[in-house]
């Protein structure tokens, strides 16, 4: 069955730099666009970024030049390399397998999920 699972979150200070990894497994990966979602204590679940299997990439304004996302097809594996880190960024964040080819930004988009990983930006 369709697994994933994050890891690499932590605590760091503003400013700071940290990577995170979501390995896949259960599925024919490079069919399928992944993303990263972040939701905070009390906000809803918000879109970070995402890659398509083709390697067509999208961000959320919020994380724009600051975060990148990558993938490796043969690894199956996705990133999301994170600097320039802000308290704001302080969240849980997820990886998710898109449902379909339509939309994007939902998380109804997306018919899988990880457990998630905490992310903790210090003042």
């Known amino acids: 069955q369709v697994q994933l699972v994050e890891s690499g979150g932590g605590l760091v200070q503003a400013g700071g730099s940290l990577r995170l990894s979501c390995a896949a497994s259960?599925?024919?990966?490079?069919?399928?666009?992944m993303s990263w979602f972040r939701q905070a204590p009390g906000k809803e679940r918000e879109f970070v970024a995402a890659?398509?299997?083709?390697?067509?990439?999208f961000y959320a304004d919020s994380v724009k030049g600051r975060f990148t996302i990558s993938r490796d097809n043969v690894k199956m594996m996705v990133y999301l390399q994170m600097s320039s880190l802000k308290p704001e960024d302080t969240a849980v964040y997820y990886c998710?397998?898109?449902?379909?080819?339509?939309?994007?930004?939902?998380?109804?988009?997306?018919?899988?999920w990880g457990q998630g990983t905490q992310v903790t930006v210090s003042p």
């Open positions: 890659v398509r299997g083709s390697g067509r990439i």
């Open positions: 998710a397998r898109k449902r379909s080819e339509l939309g994007l930004t939902a998380p109804n988009d997306y018919d899988s």
């Open positions: 259960g599925y024919p990966f490079s069919a399928y666009t």
